[in-house]
């Protein structure tokens, strides 16, 4: 009779099988990053949103006492190049009588000049107090009809259901008179 070979598990063939799992698990890893990373890059954003993330602004045409509204991600931006009657009724306020108290200093970085986030902080709707005309509320600056909120020559919430006061964007001063927002 022949003596056919027959097949036992040595010593040598566990780390094998060990190093086959690891491999192909390896791989399958690898392909399965490669076969996501277009879903995943589709999800950052597109170049043209990317680009409205920071805006320059000209305020060269802007005159004390006039406002202007510009748009940074998709929020109107309130430009204000304030009186000396206003910007000293923003300094004189007591901050202790505010609901969300910050001082005039801490709210521009010059002090003709106010830069707001244009949106109400009680529920998104956007104040009034823009255009010449408009109403600008009891304390002079600007007024939500909506719902009452009063904002002061700073930005500040006054009298209303708004409990915080105009957010600040962040911005620079380029010059004299250009800034870049965001």
């Known amino acids: 009779m022949i003596d056919s070979p ?36 589709s999800i950052n954003p597109a170049k043209d949103v990317l680009a409205l993330s920071s805006t320059e602004v000209d305020l060269s045409a802007v005159d004390v006492g006039m406002a202007i509204t510009v748009m940074w991600r998709g929020k109107p931006v309130f430009i204000r190049r304030r009186t000396e009657h206003e910007i000293k009724i923003a300094e004189d306020v007591n901050i202790d009588d505010l609901r969300d108290p910050q001082t005039d200093d801490e709210r521009t970085q010059q002090k003709e000049w106010l830069i707001v986030i244009g949106v109400c902080t009680h529920l998104g709707c956007i104040p009034a107090g823009q255009n010449l005309g408009d109403n600008r509320g009891d304390f002079g600056g600007w007024y939500c009809p909506c719902h009452g909120s009063h904002y002061d020559t700073a930005g500040r919430i006054r009298k209303g259901p708004a409990p915080y006061n105009l957010f600040l964007p962040p911005y620079t001063f380029m010059d004299d008179h250009m800034i870049k927002i965001g």
């Open 6 to 41: 027959t097949y036992t598990s040595g010593e040598g063939e566990a780390p094998r099988r060990d190093f086959l799992l690891i491999a192909t698990s390896g791989l399958g890893i690898a392909g399965l990053g490669l076969a996501a990373w277009p879903f995943i890059d």
